[in-house]
Nanobody
């Protein structure tokens, strides 16, 4: 079992920044990837980025490239999502997930956190 807890969401103005954290506990050694996804009201859960267990590999959806950075602190078992130059379309509940596959498909993620709300106001 893997437990994931997100934090760091909030209300920010357009152009602002937030850093989300995903703290993992339990049997995390089996996870090949930790990903961030988001879900806006009335929309499906959307992949944002994911990172390998070692942190050597990262992958981003096109809409956040150059603005978001995913990273991990392996000693603390925390994965971060630094979000800069935020836009109104980034407004969503952000979830982190753990997968035993290197994947951007939500169905491949077995464990999920409870989510954290990010609201970007114009």
């Amino acid at each position: 079992q893997v437990q994931l807890v997100e934090s760091g969401g909030g209300l920010v103005q357009t152009g602002g920044s937030l850093r989300l954290s995903c703290a993992a506990s339990g049997h995390t050694f089996g996870s090949k990837a930790t990903g961030w996804f988001r879900q806006a009201p009335g929309k499906e859960r959307e992949w944002v980025a994911h990172i390998s267990r070692t942190g050597d590999n990262t992958y981003y959806t096109d809409s956040v490239k150059g603005r978001f950075t995913i990273s991990r602190d392996s000693a603390k078992n925390i994965v971060y999502l630094q979000m800069n130059s935020l836009k109104s379309e980034d407004t969503a509940v952000y979830y982190c997930g753990a997968s035993q596959r290197w994947s951007r498909e939500a169905d491949d993620y077995i464990y999920w956190g409870q989510g954290t709300q990010v609201t970007v106001s114009s």
